[in-house]
């Protein structure tokens, strides 16, 4: 379950109160918002926009959404089969259970149409999923900042300044779309 909480983030001078955004890993986040999109296309997102650093591929508990990567997942990642497991042979929900789905642009019909800040580093080592969710995203509403580190945040005042702009253009964005 996701919560939405009221959050002050002192060293970006930025807060976000409730039902604007929502603080929790992208892996809770934008499963939320590709399943919502995909069940109700015409309804508004459930917040009015999010913020992903140094995002994962999102997680996907339908077997309708998302790619099945179960291969390609680390095997501590993969869900332990019983023997007798056949997805061919399997109900929906064995099939669930027992797979690693995750969304990825060329899987994903809809954009995000919500704005979203993307702020991720060029040696980060998840920079291909970092990009991968940019493209899930609504160009017109996305902002991004991919600054020199890896999978941290830097705290120099140049690239802290940089990353509350992109922020800022987000929540913005947000404002002018309600």
């Not at 650093?53 to 959404?65: C, D, F, H, K, N």
């Not at 099939?95 to 979203?116: G, L, S």
């Not at 991968?132 to 941290?152: A, Q, W």
């Amino acid at each position: 379950m996701v919560f939405s909480v009221s959050v002050k983030v002192p060293h970006l001078q930025l807060q976000a109160g409730p039902s604007r955004s929502n603080v929790a890993p992208v892996a809770e986040i934008l499963p939320v918002l590709l399943h919502h999109q995909a069940e109700k296309p015409f309804s508004p997102p459930p917040f009015r926009f999010a913020i992903f650093l140094s995002s994962i591929y999102p997680y996907s508990a339908s077997v309708q959404l998302g790619r099945d990567v179960t291969e390609e997942a680390r095997p501590e990642e993969r869900p332990k089969r019983p023997p007798s497991f056949d997805s061919a042979y399997s109900s929906e929900e064995d099939i669930a259970k027992y797979t690693v789905r995750v969304f990825k642009a060329d899987c994903v019909k809809a954009k995000i149409q919500m704005p979203t800040a993307h702020i991720y580093g060029t040696e980060d080592s998840v920079l291909h999923e970092c990009r991968e969710l940019v493209k899930m995203c609504d160009k017109s509403v996305t902002f991004t900042y991919e600054h020199n580190g890896e999978h941290v945040i830097p705290m120099d005042a140049d690239t802290n300044k940089a990353i509350r702009d992109v922020i800022v253009m987000a929540v913005e964005r947000s404002d002018m779309l309600s």
